[in-house]
């Protein structure tokens, strides 16, 4: 340094946290707090006075600091004074070109993007089918990701399955701070929020490739343009008729369909046959007619359902015994009575989960010998235990009945982790756990 300056100091910057982790000592930059947030935003906006505001104003405020997330270059693109707040709310984004900001910042966050490796970039461009500020199960992502076929098998990751292949990719998104972890319990990251700018960025990437078209009922457009979806997004369309939905694009070589709260009549619904994620959640109205023709999706690897509904005499349509390569089945928020005796035959299932009060018949946990995930054993009737809806959950009707269950986990040889919440006692539940090879036995501090 000039002089030999002690006062001089050289500052190396990095996207990836293996690179910073190489140096003797790292810097990791925090968010801005609150009160430096706003004062960044109000000199940015109101020449550093900060103007007596309004309610409205006030709360429009907040919805621009939240966007921001403490990003002092996502402050910086809120637009120059004299706009309603509503537009510099807007404005925060990569929606307004020609701003010089907004091209900056996306130089920057494109850089992140284009210097990701070749399997990431499906990987976060997929989380489109999220929406803002939701929070993102890590399990469920990862079987997305399988089940699209973005997680293979590369040679020097011979030997581990394609779910920890899976976690890898996910731990790597995290370390090049394209989302954030939360959830982190002891080290274990349980799932991932996407900044707003980034997701932006994701927003306006999938764009323009059509990775995956988006079609609100809230929308006013409510219209996609012409195009072949790969992947779609349905949400919130109320009442649709034959004509008014997806006119002018080509569905039938979707890979996923991702619906919420959507009640949409036979005449429209998408006829999709190589469909492989499936993922609807009824939201108040279970509409099993959209489930008519789900054992003709011989290509499904993944189908999730959902309802805010309770105790309602639903039913899992039995055509599934047809998805011989159906790898998760997630019913967890869906609250059938009983399991098909025909999800025996799904025995490529890596991963089931069912709702607490939901009956395993006899025997058939003890087919599906390639479940990879934990089980939560219980016999509620009820609501259950929803702190972790990564288990499994079964009903037992009596004490036999837990006993058998616990005799066929010892068939799945694929298990990782075992936590069990049962109601009995006994030397011989210890020797019926005891038969499950190579697992971690759990009993929690309720467990009788």
Sequence with gaps: MQDSNCGCRVVVTTRISEVAAQANKVYKIQPLSRKKSEKLLYARILDGERNCFDSPSA????????????????????????????????????GHRGNDDVENTRKILSFSYYDLPSHLKPCLLYLRI?????????????????????????????????????????????????????????????????????????RSLSSQENIVPVLDGNDERHKLPGSIARRLVLQRIKELSSGQLLDNIVVDKARSLIASECNICPSSRPRTPVLRVLDIDFGEKVDGGMLDHVGSLLHLRYLRLASSVRNTNIELPREVKYLKFLRTLDLWAYRIKELPEEAGLLTQLFCLRVAPGTRIPDGLIGKLTLLHERVLFSNDDDDGDDDDDDYYAAAADDDARTMQFVKELGMLRELRVLRTKIDVTGESMEKSVAVVPGQSAQYPDDAH
């Design 59 to 94: 709360e429009a405020c907040d919805k621009i600091l939240k966007k921001c997330g403490g990003v002092p270059l996502a402050i910086l693109l809120a637009s120059k004074p004299g706009e309603d707040w509503s537009e510099v709310y807007n404005s925060i984004g990569f």
């Design 130 to 202: 999220c929406s803002e500020d939701q929070e993102i199960e890590k399990n469920s992502l990862i079987w997305k990701w399988i089940a699209e076929g973005f997680v293979v098998h590369e040679e020097q990751a011979e030997g581990i399955g394609l779910f920890e292949l899976g976690e890898r990719y996910f731990n790597e998104l995290i370390n090049r701070s394209m989302i954030q972890p939360v959830d982190t319990v002891e080290g274990y990251v349980d799932g991932c929020r996407v900044h707003d700018i980034v997701f932006d960025l994701v």
